[in-house]
């Protein structure tokens, strides 16, 4: 499924959780094996792993180092540290709903195996989480043939933060299009935000996509308005870390900047969301728990210290875009209305 232009952040090797440090990129492509529930809560939290459908996935991973070893002797037993273990991988990072997706799916698979042995739920634990994995690829690959049809060849497309290959199994999201028109011999001219603090559209988007050969360009945030008031771009296609049920939507910090320059400028905003970044439990935009980062993210971010010492910091690491700013929300069953996204899971 994967292309080889594509770099695998997650994968399940040799009984080990083996993640891409996506810290380290694009400098260093260093492979980190984990074993315990500790080092991928730790791994999540140091974003090592990040973008919200690749948290879900190695958290359910997660949830299985978790759970290997479990020494219960009765489902009521396995019922409570399986809980215990997605409480503790839960707390890691609270915007990406996709990571409590994951969990709350495993967690669906064991009650409904509840009458088989506590080996066979362990097993149930692994098959779930690796069922998610493949099954996000499919889910990107289809993402990526919706929104084609709202693209055409030769287009330019800006982009913010990393909803690529590296966010996900496969493709990305947002980017699924990208890879997608590269195979059919389309020339898009993707812009890649940078996206401060820690450059996910730098480090992550603009070296993905170059190394899949596709026509990018990086710029700094501050440069979308002026890229856009040149005609250099025709649409914006980011992800999302959560999409609520009126269709706002969460995502990288800077993404609801983007969103009112786009209307500004006339050009349609589209969200790619998968399903499970999809969350009807969450009635609108302020009901999404924001993470705030350390203040080191922006005083030292660049490798060294760009800010006074002591500096005040205020670090969100999402914003939420209001629904009236976006065109389509694209998900695996069809193209949505910000505010028809409760039809998405019909
Ligand atoms: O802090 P990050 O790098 O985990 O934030 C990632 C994003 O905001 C992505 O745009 C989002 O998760 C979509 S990934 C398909």
């Given at each position: 499924?994967?292309?080889?232009?594509?770099?695998?952040p997650v994968k399940w090797e040799n009984d080990a959780l083996v993640l891409l440090d996506q810290t380290r990129l694009p400098v260093e492509t260093i492979y980190l094996n984990l074993t315990t529930s500790e080092q991928v809560w730790g791994s999540i939290r140091r974003l090592e792993v990040r973008g919200a459908p690749a948290i879900g996935m190695a958290a359910a991973y997660?949830?299985?180092l978790?759970?290997?070893?479990s020494e219960a002797s009765n489902y009521d037993e396995f019922w409570q540290e399986l809980n215990q273990q997605a409480d503790y991988l839960g707390s890691s990072r609270p915007t990406a709903v996709n990571?409590?997706?994951?969990?709350?799916?495993?967690?669906a698979?064991?009650?409904k195996e509840s009458g088989v042995s506590i080996a066979e739920l362990k097993a149930a634990v692994l098959d779930e989480a690796l069922a998610i994995?493949?099954?996000?690829?499919?889910?990107?690959?289809?993402?990526?043939?919706h929104l084609l049809t709202l693209l055409h060849d030769g287009m330019g497309i800006l982009t913010h933060c990393n909803p690529g290959a590296l966010a996900t199994a496969a493709y990305g999201t947002a980017t699924a299009p990208f890879y997608l028109a590269k195979e059919r011999g389309w020339n898009l001219k993707v812009y890649a935000d940078e996206t401060r603090p820690v450059l996910q559209g730098a480090r992550l988007t603009a070296f993905e996509l170059q190394q899949a050969g596709i026509d990018v360009t990086l710029i700094c945030d501050n440069m979308a308005a002026m890229v856009m008031s040149q005609g250099k771009v025709e649409a914006v296609i980011v992800g999302t870390d959560r999409v609520a049920a009126n269709g706002d939507v969460a995502n990288k910090i800077g993404t609801?900047?983007?969103?009112?320059?786009?209307?500004?400028?006339?050009?349609?905003?589209y969200v790619a969301a998968p399903l499970s970044s999809v969350d009807l439990e969450t009635p609108t935009g302020a009901d999404i728990p924001i993470e705030e980062r350390p203040a080191e993210e922006i005083t030292h971010g660049l490798g060294k210290q760009v800010a006074p010492d002591d500096i005040k910091v205020y670090n969100p690491a999402f914003d939420v875009t209001p629904a009236k700013y976006i065109t389509a929300i694209v998900t695996e069953t069809g193209i949505f209305k910000p505010e028809e996204i409760g039809n998405s899971k019909k």
């Amino acid at each position: 499924m994967t292309t080889s232009t594509q770099l695998a952040p997650v994968k399940w090797e040799n009984d080990a959780l083996v993640l891409l440090d996506q810290t380290r990129l694009p400098v260093e492509t260093i492979y980190l094996n984990l074993t315990t529930s500790e080092q991928v809560w730790g791994s999540i939290r140091r974003l090592e792993v990040r973008g919200a459908p690749a948290i879900g996935m190695a958290a359910a991973y997660g949830l299985y180092l978790g759970i290997r070893g479990s020494e219960a002797s009765n489902y009521d037993e396995f019922w409570q540290e399986l809980n215990q273990q997605a409480d503790y991988l839960g707390s890691s990072r609270p915007t990406a709903v996709n990571l409590f997706w994951a969990l709350d799916r495993i967690k669906a698979r064991v009650e409904k195996e509840s009458g088989v042995s506590i080996a066979e739920l362990k097993a149930a634990v692994l098959d779930e989480a690796l069922a998610i994995q493949k099954e996000d690829a499919e889910v990107c690959r289809t993402i990526g043939e919706h929104l084609l049809t709202l693209l055409h060849d030769g287009m330019g497309i800006l982009t913010h933060c990393n909803p690529g290959a590296l966010a996900t199994a496969a493709y990305g999201t947002a980017t699924a299009p990208f890879y997608l028109a590269k195979e059919r011999g389309w020339n898009l001219k993707v812009y890649a935000d940078e996206t401060r603090p820690v450059l996910q559209g730098a480090r992550l988007t603009a070296f993905e996509l170059q190394q899949a050969g596709i026509d990018v360009t990086l710029i700094c945030d501050n440069m979308a308005a002026m890229v856009m008031s040149q005609g250099k771009v025709e649409a914006v296609i980011v992800g999302t870390d959560r999409v609520a049920a009126n269709g706002d939507v969460a995502n990288k910090i800077g993404t609801y900047g983007v969103a009112v320059l786009a209307k500004a400028h006339g050009i349609p905003f589209y969200v790619a969301a998968p399903l499970s970044s999809v969350d009807l439990e969450t009635p609108t935009g302020a009901d999404i728990p924001i993470e705030e980062r350390p203040a080191e993210e922006i005083t030292h971010g660049l490798g060294k210290q760009v800010a006074p010492d002591d500096i005040k910091v205020y670090n969100p690491a999402f914003d939420v875009t209001p629904a009236k700013y976006i065109t389509a929300i694209v998900t695996e069953t069809g193209i949505f209305k910000p505010e028809e996204i409760g039809n998405s899971k019909k």
